[in-house]
């Protein structure tokens, strides 16, 4: 009795030590870039809009249109992964990226200043993204996070947290 107690508690120990072996060896794979290294950040500030949000500072910078109503930032080790963030009047009812009315998605995402907005994530065959959408007063405030789908899920936490850090300055209210 004593020598079968013993070899099922040494079953059990190996059990739990392949499991354990498992789990170092799996969580030494991560999927994201971003994880395995420190990112130094650094904030876009739109003037014309008076928004913002951080980027990674090795991040490029995009061209920046005439019109200054945002700018965009590929990743350095795979340009065709980008975030943008832009402004723009709101015409009720009209979404800016087409030229037939639409109606606004529902607010279901709060940013760390406490904006509330629509997030909405779109999975492609070729392209992924997430879109922020805040309006305030007449002003529509974008901003996305784009890759090609087979690398999305590497970015997801990365865009998420860049959406939650979006920021617009507060004009005090008028009395």
């Given amino acids: 009795m004593k020598g079968s107690a013993s070899s099922k508690w040494i079953e059990k120990v190996t059990e739990v030590g392949c499991l354990l072996g498992l789990v170092v060896l799996l969580s030494g794979c991560s999927p ?11 904030t876009y500030h739109n003037e014309r809009y008076g928004f913002e949000f951080p980027y990674p500072s090795n991040w490029i910078v995009g061209p920046i249109p005439s019109n200054g109503d945002g700018q965009v930032f590929f990743d350095p ?8 963030g ?8 009209l979404n800016a990226t087409q030229d037939h009315p639409a109606p606004l998605k529902p607010e279901n995402f709060t940013t760390a200043q406490g904006l509330h907005g629509a997030l909405a994530v779109e999975l492609g065959t070729r392209e992924s993204s997430m879109t922020l959408t ?12 784009r890759s090609p789908s087979e690398v999305f899920d590497d970015y997801y936490r990365f865009f998420y947290y860049v959406a939650t850090q979006y920021r617009i300055e507060l004009l005090p209210t008028e009395n």
């Fill in 32 to 42: 994201s870039q971003h994880r395995s290294e420190a990112i130094h950040w650094k």
């Fill in 77 to 84: 080790k795979n340009p065709t992964v980008e975030i943008r």
């Fill in 86 to 93: 832009w402004g723009g009047y709101n015409i009720q009812g």
């Fill in 134 to 145: 805040i309006v305030r007063d007449d002003i529509r405030y974008q901003w996305r996070g």
